[in-house]
């Protein structure tokens, strides 16, 4: 794992759509491009979640708001959990765990799908979190952000975001142990 593959100037914060009535196809038009809409299904919860086999996504959870931040070791549990089914249920391309929120660009491996992915990721370290460090309640928020990357620009943009992520909100840091990149897992870009 390399981790300074990126390490350039900060990236700005990813941009959501905002969808209405009114412009809701507009919005998905921009989002993807042209596509057989056959290949993609749509679902929503608070968020609208597109989903296309064979797509590398950029997703984004938060800790629960009466949560207290994540500690190192908290950290370490929740990056390790991200990092465990690398290559056996989806390619890791880049990760990050923050104090209150985790990203990670991820392409899940075609028999598993991202909702799994992601409930496995915050039920598995919820239940860790509340076993090991003494947490209760719920610890994530319900719901997470994803976004179908569209092309490698975009991949590039979303992998330098990730890994400067903790350099922009912690300027004086040299080191960040809870980020990672796979030079390996680019390949399959």
């Excluded at 038009?29 to 968020?47: E, F, G, M, T, W």
């Excluded at 990670?104 to 598995?124: C, G, N, R, T, Y």
């Excluded at 990357?149 to 990730?162: L, P, S």
């Amino acid at each position: 794992m390399a981790r300074d593959k990126f390490q350039k100037e900060p990236v700005g914060q990813a941009s959501v759509p905002v969808t209405t009535e009114e412009n809701e196809e507009l919005v998905g038009q921009a989002s993807l491009p042209a596509l057989n809409k056959d290949q993609i299904s749509i679902y929503k919860r608070k968020l609208p979640h597109w989903r296309q086999a064979g797509s590398v996504y950029f997703v984004t959870w938060r800790l629960h708001p009466l949560q207290p931040v994540l500690t190192p070791d908290e950290r370490t549990l929740v990056a390790a959990a991200l990092e465990h089914f690398h290559k056996k249920r989806y390619t890791l391309f880049a990760h990050v765990v923050m104090d209150n929120h985790a990203h990670v660009l991820v392409k899940p491996m075609l028999e598993h799908d991202l909702q799994a992915i992601l409930h496995s990721w915050k039920s598995f370290t919820a239940l860790q979190l509340q076993r090991q460090f003494g947490r209760q309640g719920s610890i994530w928020q319900d719901e997470y952000f994803d976004r179908i990357v569209r092309d490698e620009a975009e991949f590039i943009e979303n992998a330098q975001y990730i890994l400067n992520n903790p350099r922009k909100r912690w300027p004086e840091l040299e080191e960040y142990p809870w980020v990672g990149y796979y030079d390996d897992a680019v390949e399959e870009y």
